[in-house]
């Protein structure tokens, strides 16, 4: 019986150890905001490897010139988007309700912008090639942005 008493204590210490190692509820504000942040900058470097991929494929004629100027076009709104909404992000310390309706109105249209990019930019590609390799890209960014909706709520809940 001493024994088993023994092993509950110490099973009961590890467990207590480990709930404390994990942070419950997502960590502090400041660490869903760099969470947040994170997100909205891995968007900005997919769409900075887009732009070089699109600028390398139409220098090798892989994509026409309408498509190169409709996706600069499309490229430069997401682009102006994701600014946008890390810049609110980059300045606000703590995400609460007085912030949230904007933050969650700047990442719409990031999230709108990214989505007209690959419907009416990267999917009326011609050539499958240069279509796939945007395709890779855009997977990038619609994992950071999956991430963003992810957070967005565990993160923008109101704190009491």
Partial sequence: MKRRKMWTTALT???ALTCLSFRCGG????????????????IA???????????DLAGKGRITQDEDRRLTQLLTVANDADGAFISRLKSTTVIDASNRADLLSLLSKVTAAVNDLNSSGILRIGNADAQKKLSRIMSSITAAINILAQLQTAAMTPTH
């Fill in 13 to 15: 210490l590890v467990l």
């Fill in 27 to 42: 960590g502090p504000p400041e660490d869903q905001r760099r969470k947040l942040v994170k997100a909205a900058d891995d």
């Fill in 45 to 55: 470097g997919g769409i900075s490897a887009m732009i070089d991929a699109k600028r």
